[in-house]
């Protein structure tokens, strides 16, 4: 069993940047592929970045070239957020699964965090 947590969540200003972590216990995550997805009010959960077990990545259109998905140690997955927008305030979850591929869905992840709330203010 993977327990991931979310952080680094907060409130910034439009233009500005936050880092967010996701961290797992109980196990490394090494060996999973993991991805950020977002959760706005009223709007179902969105992909937004996913790291592969050999450090590939993938961006969603329309974070692509501001985010950056990173994984710097076995037990951690960090997503960098430059030039924020207002379009950006959502709950941001990560998650993992052990499976291989390009996993833009969410009902390809099975494990998940709990999620970190990002609020950009214009």
């Known amino acids: 069993q993977v327990q991931l947590v979310e952080s680094g969540g907060g409130l910034v200003q439009a233009g500005g940047s936050l880092r967010l972590s996701c961290a797992a216990s109980?196990?490394?995550?090494?060996?999973?592929?993991v991805g950020w997805f977002r959760q706005a009010p009223d709007k179902e959960r969105e992909f937004v970045a996913t790291i592969s077990q050999n450090t590939n990545t993938y961006y969603a259109d329309s974070v692509r070239g501001r985010f950056s998905i990173s994984r710097d140690n076995p037990n951690t997955v960090y997503l960098q957020m430059n030039s924020l927008g207002p379009e950006d305030t959502a709950v941001y979850y990560c998650?993992?699964?052990?499976?291989?591929?390009?996993?833009?869905?969410?009902?390809?992840?099975?494990?998940w965090g709990q999620g970190t709330q990002v609020s950009v203010s214009s």
């Open positions: 998650a993992a699964d052990r499976s291989y591929g390009i996993h833009t869905t969410t009902r390809e992840y099975d494990y």
């Open positions: 109980g196990r490394t995550i090494k060996n999973y592929r």
